[in-house]
């Protein structure tokens, strides 16, 4: 069975709008039933000690995503963290509301756990999904 954790931090998100568009990109890529999904969202400082130690980059990154074995219990844990600054500031760019543009980092890091590259394809999934599955009114 898949496990989905997500922690707001110290940040005013909807949770349970964000689990929807994760399950509903799991379910339509297949996903594997055994695989636990922890997302973490925080800041600018933080995702950039985590950029320099694992990838040599010093700078902040909005999206970092870390597929770890659980071997002990047959499965994959997918580590995903998202900077809410570079949320905020892509938003004002984009002109979108700062609940999509989270939506559409959740996405971009789920999509990496399934196999996708940072390329034309996942944008365009991303986007795909934010607007199928994500949505701030309960179900």
């Known amino acids: 069975m898949r496990e989905i954790f997500i922690n707001p931090g110290r940040y005013d998100i909807n949770v349970d709008a964000l689990e929807r568009l994760v399950d509903g990109i799991l379910t339509c890529e297949g996903a594997p039933s055994k695989l636990r999904i922890e997302i973490t969202y925080t800041d600018d400082s933080y995702i950039k000690k985590l950029n320099s130690r694992y990838l040599g980059r010093n700078y902040p990154t909005d999206c970092m995503c870390f597929i770890l074995p659980d071997e002990a219990r047959n499965r994959e844990i997918a580590d995903i963290y998202i900077s809410y600054d570079r949320a905020v500031e892509q938003a004002k760019a984009r002109k979108e509301t700062l609940d999509f543009e989270l939506a559409i980092l959740t996405a971009h890091g789920v999509l990496h756990t399934v196999g996708y590259g940072d390329d034309k394809l996942i944008e ?6 934010a607007n199928r599955f994500f949505s701030t009114r309960a179900p």
């Open 124 to 129: 365009e999934k991303q986007e795909d999904y």
